[in-house]
């Protein structure tokens, strides 16, 4: 009985979409308080088929690094540097992961970097221009990454703007919630040599 479910344990972890889950995720997926999950969880560490990257969480091999660092600290969610990239607005490859949350912190785990910058409580948790994802990986639009960026640092340098909405980046100046950034925000654009459109 035992192996039994251990096996229904694995089953359920490796038949749902998230890669990262905390000890409360994998109750809720088998649907009952088991008084021994810790023990059973870290008995699969040891043999191979599950890992365990930060105390209390657990995580599939070959687990989404994203999901990762939205359920360390919540709430999340990944922005800045992350989103130029890949977003054309700055060329400089920078492999780190970074996010907004309500501390500073630079974490490594596996060779991997994550960094998480310190915003205002009422922008943090203000869910404009943050795309949720049903695998607990929240990430900023382009544009709200540029606004955090800036509200973060005001003199904050650019590559490329011409991949940002204006239209966008003026519905979400209101999260920040301040005519002096709103004035930042003006300066940098005016100055761009690829404004937005």
Not at 1 to 17: L, N, T, V
Not at 18 to 46: E, P, S
Not at 91 to 103: E, G, K, L, R, V
């Given at each position: 009985?035992?192996?039994?479910?251990?096996?229904?344990?694995?089953?359920?972890?490796?038949?749902?979409?998230?890669?990262?889950?905390?000890?409360?995720?994998?109750?809720?997926?088998?649907?009952?308080?088991?008084?021994?999950?810790?023990?059973?969880?870290?008995?699969?560490?040891?043999?191979?088929?599950l890992l365990?990257?930060?105390?209390?969480?657990?995580?599939?091999?070959?687990?989404?690094?994203?999901?990762?660092?939205?359920?360390?600290?919540?709430?999340?969610?990944?922005?800045?540097?992350?989103?130029?990239?890949?977003?054309s607005i700055?060329?400089?490859?920078?492999?780190?992961?970074?996010?907004?949350?309500?501390?500073?912190?630079?974490?490594?785990?596996?060779?991997?970097?994550?960094?998480?910058?310190?915003?205002?409580?009422?922008?943090?948790?203000?869910?404009?221009?943050?795309?949720?994802?049903?695998?607990?990986?929240?990430?900023?639009?382009?544009?709200?990454?540029?606004?955090?960026?800036?509200?973060?640092?005001?003199?904050?340098?650019?590559?490329?703007?011409?991949?940002?909405?204006?239209?966008?980046?003026?519905?979400?100046?209101?999260?920040?919630?301040?005519?002096?950034?709103?004035?930042?925000?003006?300066?940098?654009?005016?100055?761009?040599?690829?404004?937005?459109?």
């Open positions: 009985m035992a192996c039994g479910i251990k096996k229904d344990i694995i089953f359920e972890i490796y038949k749902d979409s998230r890669t990262v889950f905390r000890i409360n995720d994998i109750t809720l997926l088998l649907g009952y308080v088991d008084n021994l999950l810790y023990q059973k969880l870290n008995y699969f560490v040891k043999q191979g088929k365990n990257p930060r105390r209390g969480i657990y995580a599939k091999q070959g687990y989404k690094l994203e999901e990762l660092a939205c359920i360390l600290y919540t709430p999340t969610y990944i922005s800045l540097d992350y989103v130029f990239q890949r977003n700055n060329f400089q490859f920078d492999s780190a992961i970074t996010n907004i949350t309500y501390q500073n912190r630079e974490l490594e785990i596996d060779n991997q970097i994550i960094r998480y910058r310190q915003i205002k409580r009422e922008i943090l948790v203000n869910p404009a221009g943050i795309l949720l994802n049903q695998n607990n990986i929240n990430i900023a639009t382009p544009e709200r990454a540029f606004l955090d960026q800036i509200y973060l640092n005001k003199n904050s340098y650019f590559d490329s703007l011409n991949s940002l909405k204006m239209e966008k980046i003026n519905n979400l100046l209101p999260v920040y919630n301040s005519q002096s950034f709103n004035k930042s925000v003006t300066k940098i654009i005016n100055n761009a040599k690829y404004p937005p459109t």
